[in-house]
């Protein structure tokens, strides 16, 4: 039973790519919920659409990514490990910190 999580509240500008690389959390899962707009998700290479008002759960281990092509408001549901790792990617890093922030975090981008 999860007990300890956080949800954020974000809001996508319309992008032509993916959001973020294509990546795995080794220790937890995270979740997506779409409010409003355009949001896909891939899980293992297989992307999908979550329509405003569905939610898809990343399963621990999966490889994934998503997708706002046309821009969405969504919360995302995670644990704390993951939230701080979101949090320090936001931050101007080089590909030595970046990896190493990934690693630490038990997380990895995959490809």
Do not use: K, N
């Not at 319309?14 to 899962?29: I, M, S």
């Not at 659409?49 to 999966?62: A, D, I």
């Amino acid at each position: 039973m999860v007990t300890d999580f956080v949800i954020q509240d974000w809001r996508l500008e319309p992008y032509d790519g993916d959001q973020a690389p294509t990546h795995v959390h080794h220790a937890g899962e995270e979740a997506f919920i779409c409010l409003e707009g355009d949001l896909s998700v891939t899980i293992d290479g297989a992307p999908g659409p979550v329509p405003p008002g569905s939610y898809v759960v990343v399963p621990r281990g999966t490889p994934h990514t998503f997708a706002s092509r046309g821009g969405a408001h969504v919360l995302a549901v995670m644990s704390p490990e993951i939230a701080d790792l979101i949090d320090g990617l936001h931050a101007d890093l080089d590909e030595q910190q970046r990896s190493r922030l990934w690693e630490r975090h038990h997380s990895s981008v995959v490809g």
